[in-house]
């Protein structure tokens, strides 16, 4: 059973950083692409950043310059750096991983910045 631990959120002073961490568990070979959502009270659930087996990375305009993801392919760990942080990055952060063509997702872990 694949399963995915978020860790490091919590509340942050703008300006500020945080870094989030997600583990996979339940895999046997090292997912495609693993990456980071977030959603905003009553908004979507919008890309932040996401990184390939091959540690090609993609970011969201929005937090492109800011953020920065990685990922360690012996630990299935994927990390995401998030540095000048913004009110407007408030959100719930959910890891997601694609593993043998399916999609997998964290429980979330919320991320507060203060004005």
């Known amino acids: 059973q694949v399963q995915l631990v978020e860790s490091g959120g919590g509340l942050v002073q703008a300006g500020g950083s945080l870094g989030l961490s997600c583990a996979a568990s339940?895999?046997?070979?090292?997912?495609?692409?693993m990456g980071w959502y977030r959603q905003a009270p009553g908004k979507q659930r919008d890309l932040v950043a996401t990184?390939?087996?091959?540690?090609?990375?993609n970011y969201a305009d929005s937090v492109k310059g800011r953020f920065t993801i990685s990922r360690d392919n012996a630990k299935n760990t994927v990390y995401l750096q998030m540095n000048s942080l913004k009110p407007e990055d408030t959100a719930v952060y959910y890891c997601?991983?694609?593993?043998?063509?399916?999609?997998?997702w964290g429980k979330g872990t919320l991320v507060t910045v203060s004005s």
């Open positions: 990184i390939t087996s091959g540690f090609s990375p």
């Open positions: 339940g895999i046997i070979f090292s997912p495609s692409t």
């Open positions: 997601n991983i694609i593993y043998r063509g399916m999609n997998y």
